[in-house]
């Protein structure tokens, strides 16, 4: 899969390099620095792609690509700083490297730039609408960001499904959204076929999220040490915890919700939190609630015409709750 | 100079509200609560005045001046973290009263809203040019902010009056600038009230900001306490302090820069400061340049027709650099 990304994130990381390649290195540098050390660029590939599967060249979504990966990494180095984390794509996070002021400065300049890139897009397409959707998605993000703050810091633990959902189609679902649909309507697509790929990247988002929360329960835990269970750690609300307390005893519960509202967790609570999880089967309940978004999501592209773009949209799909550690 | 501009803070107020009454509280009651607290709303004002001043409506500007006021206050949520400040508009900042994570995002929410207002703004005005020019100057005004920073971080006092004036144009005057040329722009103005108006409003801006750092370092010590000079303690990089650097002893230098290099410093060693800073006529010698920024500005205003408008722009500029404490 990474193979057949490779063209889009070399041309998506050319576009961005574009528009960092600029004086002011106290603001530009920390970019700088981000970019360089890669990234899977899903987000703006699943907008490139989009455009082809409705018939467009890749090249009319390449701004507005490029512009919704700066808007996904100015969030990746406020999360950082709100979570508290230390390492970013294996690297120290930019608040670590350039101190916090320069790190939430670099973020909102890198907002700031998405919206330049976001100008040019709308220069060159013609069409306004692109920035509504993509500020409205970005909105979005911020909201579900706000929400999964919030229940950690008061320690909100009365949440449904419905709650965690809502929370994610914002944090996550609505910028894969928002890629999919403006590559569909920079490629020229129809409305049904913009609808169906918005729809689409939706479900790639929460599944792509919930895959993501699995896999940060799963796999060897003395072999990944530290890695796993960071979500515990933080506190995090994800769908196996969610599912699990609807359906322990409480004493169980109590156990759960002390070892998550605490900061620091020995490996013994942390391997503790993960047995009570797979006691009730809620990792790999959350395994399926993933493969069948995905499945769903896979769906809504029947009204597209067969392409290979088609194929790679529906390929990266699968891919995405493929994905191991 | 409040009362003539009440009108125009009771409409942005109005508009800014319209945006923030929304669901998801985690995001919005913060903002709602920081733009509670009033402000002085001047950026606001002037993009309006500025639409009226070439013979449009001032409603024709509203939403881009709201816009312009929210990208004006996610700085001042973000600036103030980085700052360590305490208080904002005489309350807690958001980061102290809801913690670092939700205040961040809560810039960042606001940022988004801010370009939800701007998409409304080009939808009503047919005229797209406003978000490549507010978001130019959103670049500019996060260039500065890390120029500001890195200074302090860095521990440089290499600088010149060009390298100061370089910081402040970006941090403060481009915003002012875009605030005018916007409200030019959408009254309809011409090519040359446009530009003006921008000039004018850079003018403004740069002279507002010297004119703030000055008040910073005047007034009666023992009766501010605390507020008077804020900035040496926060080490910030004035006119004043680089006016000095240039003309005083190496002892006076290496002192002078312990105390700006310092976290915390005495009544005594602030009182030490403004007293060398006294001894060069630094102080006035700054308070001078805003005067004569604003002179200039204000005579960049003679491309357009006399009105009340014109006239509360001229009062609004000489009142900036006549406000105390």
Redo the contacts between chains.
């Keep these: 899969m990474k193979k057949r990304l490779s063209p889009y994130m070399r041309l998506v990381d050319a576009e961005i390099s574009r528009y960092l390649d600029r004086d002011?290195e106290?603001?530009y540098k920390p970019l700088r620095n981000l970019f360089s050390r890669g990234g899977k660029r899903i987000r703006p590939a699943l907008c490139m792609i989009s455009c082809e599967a409705v018939g467009g060249n890749r090249r009319d979504a390449l701004k507005a690509a490029a512009a919704i990966e700066m808007i996904h990494n100015?969030?990746l180095i406020?999360d950082d700083?709100?979570?508290r984390s230390k390492l970013r794509r294996g690297k120290p996070c930019l608040h670590h490297k350039y101190?916090?002021?320069?790190a939430?400065?670099?973020?909102?300049?890198l907002?700031?730039?998405a919206?330049?890139a976001?100008?040019d897009a709308?220069?060159q397409s013609g069409k306004?609408e692109i920035?509504?959707d993509i500020?409205?998605a970005?909105?979005r993000?911020?909201?579900g960001?706000?929400?999964d703050?919030?229940w950690v810091?008061e320690r909100q633990w009365d949440l449904t499904e419905d709650a965690y959902l809502s929370m994610i189609r914002r944090k996550t679902g609505a910028l894969m959204a928002v890629s999919c649909k403006v590559g569909g309507i920079l490629g020229g697509g129809t409305k049904r076929q913009i609808d169906a790929l918005a729809n689409f990247g939706m479900d790639l988002g929460v599944g792509f999220q919930i895959h993501d929360d699995v896999l940060n329960l799963t796999g060897d835990v003395k072999k990944y040490g530290k890695e796993i269970g960071g979500d515990i750690n933080e506190g995090k609300r994800t769908l196996a915890i969610i599912y699990t307390l609807a359906l322990c005893t409480p004493e169980e519960k109590r156990r759960l919700t002390h070892i998550l509202d605490k900061e620091e967790n020995s490996y013994e609570e942390i391997k503790e939190t993960i047995e009570i999880l797979n006691k009730y089967g809620s990792v790999e309940r959350g395994a399926n609630t993933a493969r069948e978004l995905i499945e769903g999501g896979k769906k809504r592209l029947s009204v597209l015409p067969d392409s290979p773009a088609k194929k790679l949209l529906l390929d990266l799909a699968s891919y995405i709750v493929k994905r191991e550690r």
């Design positions: 002011v106290e603001l100015f969030t406020h700083i709100a979570d101190g916090l002021g320069i939430i400065n670099a973020g909102d300049g907002f700031s730039v919206y330049e976001l100008s709308v220069i306004p920035i509504a500020t409205k970005t909105t993000v911020c909201e960001q706000a929400m703050i919030s810091q």
